[in-house]
């Protein structure tokens, strides 16, 4: 064009900041390594205007059979890191409420087993006492 500009086609999701789970590591914009979004710290160390969109490029590929030698050439042809997908973008958060409730889960099935086993156990014990030849 006149001005020099040009219009570039990205196929990608905005995105915002995220907060950083109790787990995640620290970002160390210094060394590039990003563990999870902080859009205004990026902007930052792009030199981008705080008001930048942040878009994650998608993958929009036919899903078909290919050979493996396709896939190899494909796969030497990709750029890293590799697009996610649409489906991609349903996330699963486990807070750790979740963690808590999941090990809270398994401790009492746990000991409901355990407790069945010491039942069973004692059950046997009694009917071989008595003599009951139930089985």
């Known amino acids: ?19 950083p789970s109790r787990f995640a590591l620290e970002n160390d914009p210094g060394a590039n ?4 979004i902080d859009k205004e710290a990026m ?6 205007p705080q008001d ?5 490029q998608m993958s929009v590929r036919e899903e078909k059979k290919k050979s493996w030698e396709e896939e190899q050439e ?11 997908g649409l489906t991609e973008l349903i996330r699963f958060p486990v807070m750790p409420d979740g963690h808590r409730q999941y090990a809270l889960t ?14 069973a156990r004692k059950l046997k ?5 008595v003599g009951c030849a139930c089985g």
């Open 33 to 36: 390594a990003w563990h999870w």
């Open 125 to 129: 014990w009694t009917k071989k006492l």
């Open 52 to 56: 930048a969109p942040l878009v994650e």
């Open 1 to 19: 064009s006149s001005t020099g500009e040009e219009t570039v086609r990205v196929d990608g999701v905005k995105r915002t900041s995220e907060a």
């Open 74 to 84: 494909d796969f030497a042809r990709e750029q890293w890191p590799k697009p996610r």
């Open 43 to 48: 902007n930052e160390h792009l030199g981008m």
């Open 106 to 119: 398994w401790a009492a099935l746990g000991l409901a087993t355990g407790a069945m086993a010491v039942r």
